[in-house]
């Protein structure tokens, strides 16, 4: 099982969560940010419905594939 981690950071005069190398928006306080990464990965373990999933990758292909809905990755909050 895949796990995601939501890591707290100081971030454009505030601070923000960071998954991978992408950063939410800047909260005002280290609490905030935390509550918001917390509230993200509750989200992202939710299942749903299944549905086809259409991105491109960094080479510029585009792929197809199918989503079930319900494989759903561990998260946790650091910082």
């Known amino acids: 099982m895949t796990t995601v981690t939501y890591t707290i950071v100081p971030h454009d005069g505030g601070w923000a969560y960071r998954v991978g190398e992408t950063f939410s928006e ?3 306080s280290h609490d905030a940010a935390r509550t918001a ?3 993200a990965a509750r989200e992202q373990t939710v ?10 990758d960094s080479a510029g292909h585009w792929h197809t594939e199918s ?3 319900d494989d759903r990755p561990k998260t946790e909050v650091q910082g």
Do not use: N
Not at 47 to 56: D, F, K, L
């Open 26 to 28: 800047a909260f005002p």
């Open 37 to 39: 990464a917390r509230r």
């Open 47 to 56: 299942s749903g419905q299944a549905a086809e999933i259409s991105y491109e």
């Open 67 to 69: 989503s079930s809905g």
